[in-house]
Antibody
Framework: QVQLQQPGSVLVRPGASVKLSCKAS????????MHWAKQRPGQGLEWIGE????????NYNEKFKGKATLTVDTSSSTAYVDLSSLTSEDSAVYYC??????????WGQGTTLTVSS | DVQMIQSPSSLSASLGDIVTMTCQAS??????LNWFQQKPGKAPKLLIY???NLEDGVPSRFSGSRYGTDFTLTISSLEDEDMATYFC?????????FGAGTKLELK
């Protein structure tokens, strides 16, 4: 079955960068766009962007350009989001989700990113 | 960007009630819409695709409908396990945009 595995939590210092991972299994990784979304405590979801693992093509929400960079490693079926110059505003849960025929059909459990000194 | 205006933000209902929530798209003539259920600390779960189609394994008490740019999620007979936050997603236009969510609680 389709699974997207994400680490549970990460703690980083303000000003640093972090690379969050999403390991896919149960389907052909290179056949589906992978999306990323951000959810701050008590708030709705924000779409960060998408990447196609086969081509490496990406599309970003303008709001996250300069903040987030999406990449993939097809050899390990893993997608990544790189977040730079971290501040407290970046503290959130970050989800990866597969875009299937029906929309965002499978989601990872999310990684809780805490930016704190 | 297409804004998805979701209402109400919270809803209190009793077991067995019929519950409805809506998402209104700010623009767009052909919105493709998903509805999701999210419980605290858990990943969103797809309930509805194509505005009105039930995902496999989702109980038939859930249904979705569309009227123009207005989308409705209905739970026909509320059960305890339905207490959660529900949100919509339009995935026709970039950037994808989510509704702010409806938190469903037991009265």
């Amino acid at each position: 079955q389709v699974q997207l595995q994400q680490p549970g939590s990460v703690l980083v210092r303000p000003g640093a960068s972090v690379k969050l991972s999403c390991k896919a299994s149960g389907y052909t990784f290179t056949s589906s766009w992978m999306h990323w979304a951000k959810q701050r405590p008590g708030q709705g979801l924000e779409w960060i962007g998408e990447i196609h693992p086969n081509s490496g093509n990406t599309n970003y929400n303008e709001k996250f350009k300069g903040k987030a960079t999406l990449t993939v490693d097809t050899s390990s079926s893993t997608a990544y989001v790189d977040l730079s110059s971290l501040t407290s505003e970046d503290s959130a849960v970050y989800y990866c989700a597969r875009y299937g025929l029906l929309g965002l059909d499978y989601w990872g459990q999310g990684t809780t990113l805490t930016v704190s000194s | 960007d297409v804004q998805m205006i979701q209402s109400p933000s919270s809803l209190s209902a009793s077991l067995g009630d019929i519950v409805t929530m809506t998402c209104q798209a700010s623009q767009g003539t052909s919105i493709n819409l998903n509805w999701f259920q999210q419980k605290p600390g858990k990943a969103p779960k797809l309930l509805i695709y194509g505005a009105s189609n039930l995902e496999d394994g989702v109980p038939s008490r859930f249904s979705g409908s569309r009227y123009g740019t207005d989308f409705t999620l209905t739970i026909s007979s509320l059960e305890d396990e339905d207490m959660a936050t529900y949100f919509c997603l339009q995935h026709s236009y970039l950037p994808l945009t989510f509704g702010a969510g409806t938190k469903l609680e037991l009265k």
